[in-house]
Every structure is written in C-alpha cells, then in structure tokens.
C-alpha cells in the first residue's frame, strides 16, 4: 500500500519537486492518510505559488518558524494543525446509579459494548480503513441484539471479563499519532484476545458481528430494570 501511494503521489507532482518532502516515515494507518483525490494541491504547485518544506519544527519565532534543520520559514500567517485532542463521549462523565465509571480501565466487547455498563453500545469504526465499514456492521449487530432482546423479553444486558483479558493498550493502540498517544490515559483498554480485542479485519469481524451468537456466555440478560427505583433505560446516566 505504501509503495502504491508513493507511486501515485510520484505521478501526480510537478518536476523539480523533492518526493522526500512526500515520503513519511511512518506506513499508512500507523498515522491519518491525507488523501487528494481531485489533485487539487498539485494542480495549484504547477503554478509556481505553492512550495512544500517537510521538517520537525524547532521553535515559532518572530520571523515565523524555525525548523530544526536550521532552515527558516518566513511567514506573515501560520495555520496551525497540530494539538488535536480527543474526547470520550464528547467530554461527558458516565456514572451508574450516580457511581462514576472509569472508562480507561474498562474494556469493549466486540469494539460495540462496555464491559460492565448494562444497556450502553457505541459505534468506533476502524482506524486502518473506512470507518463506515465497521460502524455498518457495528449497528447491524447493535440492531440483533436489540431484536434478540425483545424476543426473549429481555430489558438488561451487560458485557463481563470473567477471564481478566485486560491489557494495558488502548483501542487505538495501533496508532502512533501524537494525539492517539495524549489520549491513551481516557480511552478503553485492549484485551489480550477476542471479543475483547480489537481485530481491525473486516472479513473475521462480519463474522463476529453478523453471524456469531448473541448469547456466548459473556453477555448476561436481565428481564427486569437492575435498579427497582428506575426504568432500564434510565439506569445508565450521563452528566456533564
């Protein structure tokens, strides 16, 4: 893949320019892939207005930015695109029956279901390729569950580690970006294997997902709330 997406960029871009300046150190999906389908940005550098530098920055100076190479760049405007930060839940603290709970230490079932949180699902796609993938099948499965449910008058079900699979990497352990690595402190745990673990293969996860049984031996079903003073879908409370 790399050696694809090397030889495409290669074709796309004007003479004179270094491929250094488009050649990263790093595999695809090890960090984000910057995609230009329509060549938009090579079409602009053919005008002679655009030029690329690639370097580590050393410091933001009065002139604008020095980089460690020892080479500076004059500028009037700096955009910046570094520093992102990723938020669990968009900033929310999860708490049952008024407990928080401490999603870092947590682990997911099938990357769909928290360990230990009755009735919560979310949708994480892959990291590695189009995250519509997962997140197709991902609902797919949240939807036999739900219908599994009602057929067997079900209103609880919870996720349980009762072979302690945790391990101490993150869901997105399989990336190096710097903002992947910030977060490793908030985001779930891996497990050492499946449902557990993260697989990142959309032909083994459509099996998991779409095939497999929803009653494994893990999940376990309640027919009535788990606290008698709330409904089931009230149990599970999110505040800000």
Known sequence: MRNLFLRTV???????????????TYNPWTQRVCAIPDKDL???MTSARVSVETG????VNEGGILLKSGKQLNADIIITATGLKLQ???????????EPVPISQKLTYKAVLMEGVPNMSWIFGYTNASWTLKADIAARYICRLLNHMTAKGYRVCVAHDKEGCAENSSIMAGLNSGYVKRAEGILPRQGSKPPWRLLNDYEKDSKILL?????????TFEAK??????????VIQAIK
Do not use: W, Y
């Open 10 to 24: 290669r074709k796309s871009l004007p003479s004179g320019f270094d491929m250094r300046d488009f050649t990263p």
């Open 42 to 44: 090579f079409k602009a």
């Open 56 to 59: 580590q920055i050393e410091t």
């Open 88 to 98: 669990v839940l968009g900033g929310i603290a999860l708490c049952i029956d008024d």
């Open 211 to 219: 095939n497999a049984a929803i009653e494994d031996g893990i999940l």
């Open 225 to 234: 709330p788990i606290s008698k003073d709330a409904p089931a879908h009230s």
